[in-house]
T-cell receptor
Framework: AQSVTQPDIHITVSEGASLELRCNYS??????LFWYVQSPGQGLQLLLK????DTLVQGIKGFEAEFKRSQSSFNLRKPSVHWSDAAEYFC??????????WGAGTKLIIKP | DAGITQSPRYKITETGRQVTLMCHQT?????MFWYRQDLGHGLRLIYY???????DKGEVSDGYVVSRSKTENFPLTLESATRSQTSVYFC????????????FGPGTRLTVT
């Protein structure tokens, strides 16, 4: 069965430092991959998506993610985080019936 | 551009009562979804719908009922609320062909006492 693993429940990063959030998936075919962000008390917002083509995808708010088929990974990165990036981040993979399989989420904490 | 709206945003109800959570989208998206979000469980799919009058169960559908008589509305009903159904409920939608990205409503925080 398809699955998505986000190994880090919490990550703490200093403001201005770089960020990498990990996501590993299990899926037989070429996956459709997504990163979403959820600010406290809010719904989920799409940050970026990978369907095909260039394995480095750019998203909103200065985020990017790289699809690595050999590692079954789709890690999210940002070169310099801002306090407003504090939120929970979810990785997801698309199934054939338009459902998404979700990771458990990584909570990002920003140190001033 | 209203997108997806959910109502109510907050609801407190008693055990055993029936409660309906509303979801409305203005995009005419074919697919709609209901999730619940609980600490330690992430997002879990309750029900989804591919079109009006077509619905199917997700992984945690027990105790919930949905209907979709119109494309834009997808209400979720808790037939007899239990404390274990205290959660935050999110509605989402997506286009039909070639698009998997889901667009989410703001959520309904439901407390069952």
């Amino acid at each position: 069965a398809q699955s998505v693993t986000q190994p880090d429940i919490h990550i703490t990063v200093s403001e201005g430092a770089s960020l990498e959030l990990r996501c590993n998936y299990s899926y037989g075919a070429t996956p459709y991959l997504f990163w979403y962000v959820q600010s406290p008390g809010q719904g989920l917002q799409l940050l970026l998506k990978y369907f095909s083509g260039d394995t480095l995808v750019q998203g909103i708010k200065g985020f990017e993610a790289e699809f690595k088929r050999s590692q079954s990974s789709f890690n999210l990165r940002k070169p310099s985080v801002h306090w407003s990036d504090a939120a929970e981040y979810f990785c997801a993979v698309g199934e054939s019936n338009y459902q998404l399989i979700w990771g458990a989420g990584t909570k990002l904490i920003i140190k001033p | 551009d209203a997108g997806i709206t959910q109502s109510p945003r907050y609801k407190i109800t008693e055990t055993g009562r029936q409660v309906t959570l509303m979801c409305h989208q203005t995009w005419s998206h074919s697919y709609m979804f209901w999730y619940r979000q609980d600490l330690g469980h992430g997002l879990r799919l309750i029900y989804y719908s591919a079109a009006a009058d077509i619905t199917d169960k997700g992984e945690v559908s027990d105790g919930y009922v949905v209907s979709r008589s119109k494309t834009e509305n997808f209400p979720l009903t808790l037939e007899s609320a239990t404390r274990s159904q205290t959660s935050v409920y999110f509605c989402a939608s997506t286009l039909e062909v070639g698009a998997y990205e889901q667009y989410f409503g703001p959520g309904t925080r439901l407390t069952v006492t």
